[in-house]
Structure formats: structure tokens, C-alpha cells
């Protein structure tokens, strides 16, 4: 799903598209999906053409504490800025007005909305998701997701080897 820069009038242009659900690459072979995604924002031509606008969707992706795969809903704001110099294909971020403002080079013909969002998803997804945030984890002793049930490692553990002197001593 492209947008044509000739589409972009002298005022111009809004945006307001669904992106269908699609599996997107982390590093190496994880992939999460990525479910149905609102795009929505305002195109405007000033010195290259600048891009600000929303994404609403929400991205299925392993808990990082009990590795259970769960829904996170995400709400997005970008703020572009494409400039048209193919010679450059480096990528710069830059402050403008407070507001992060990232730099991206493009050919000038068309912008890439699939590739858009997949970078601003990307982007927004948590460092260390949670499936919740009192997710009790694995149990490091036999692996039992702790949000589903109890194991008897717990009982072991919570057992002060102090105590368990006077427990032999009585
Ligand atoms: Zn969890
Ligand atoms: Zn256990």
C-alpha cells in the first residue's frame, strides 16, 4: 500500500487507511503478529513531505516472563519527515519543536505504508512485554507458568533452612 507524492496537494493530503493483519520479523526468526491496523495522519509537502499522523492496532507477542503469547493493544503517533536524496541512504533523527522528528530518505515517488507501520510497530513495542503486570513468571526449577497453577518447588523454597535446623533439633 503505497502513497503517490503527486497525490499530495498544495494543502495536503489526509490519510485514513486499514492495513490488513500481517506477521512481522524481529531479529533472527521470532515474528509476531501484527493484527488489522488503522492508519491514519496528514501528509504535507515543506521541503520534503512531512508525515504525522496515528496507528491503531495491536500486536500478539511472548510475555517475557512466562512466555505465554498475548494481546497488546497499541496506540501510535509518528512524526516523519521524508526527504528525497537516494545518494544518502542513511537514516538521521533529529529534534524539531520538542518532538522527535524522524528523518527517513525515499525515492520521492511513493511512500511505503506497509513498511510505515511496520517500523513504527517496531518501534513501539515494549522491551520487555508483559502479559500482565503482576505475571508471575516461570518457576526456574521445573518451568511451571506460575500464573496457572502452584508447584511444589514454591513449598521447598518458602522453607527457611534455618528453621529446618530446629525443625531436626525438635
Ligand atoms: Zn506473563
Ligand atoms: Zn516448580
Known amino acids: 500500500m503505497y502513497i503517490e507524492t503527486k497525490e499530495i496537494g498544495p494543502e495536503g493530503l489526509i490519510v485514513d487507511r486499514v492495513i490488513e493483519a500481517f506477521q512481522l520479523r524481529l531479529r533472527d526468526s521470532e515474528e509476531i503478529r501484527v493484527g488489522r491496523s488503522r ?7 515543506a521541503g520534503g513531505i512531512s508525515f504525522s499522523g496515528d496507528i491503531e ?8 516472563r512466562c512466555l505465554e503469547s498475548y494481546p497488546l ?5 509518528f512524526n516523519l519527515l521524508y526527504t528525497v536524496r537516494p545518494e544518502h541512504a542513511t ?3 533529529s529534534r524539531v519543536d520538542e518532538e ?12 511505503d505504508l506497509a513498511a510505515l507501520l511496520a517500523e513504527q510497530v517496531y518501534l513501539g513495542l515494549p522491551l520487555k512485554p508483559l502479559c500482565r503486570a503482576d505475571c508471575r513468571g516461570l518457576c526456574p526449577q521445573c ?4 500464573n ?6 514454591q513449598e521447598a523454597r518458602a522453607e527457611d533452612p534455618r528453621l529446618l535446623i530446629f525443625k531436626k533439633l525438635l
Open 39 to 45: 492508519l491514519s495522519g496528514e501528509l504535507l509537502k
Open 148 to 153: 496457572q497453577g502452584t508447584c511444589g518447588c
Open 143 to 146: 518451568g511451571t507458568n506460575r
Open 73 to 77: 493493544p497499541l496506540d501510535l503517533h
Open 100 to 111: 522527535r522528528v524522524t528523518m527517513t530518505q525515499f525515492d520521492g515517488g511513493r511512500i
Open 91 to 93: 537514516r538521521t533523527e
Open 57 to 64: 492496532t495491536s500486536a500478539t507477542l511472548p510475555c517475557s
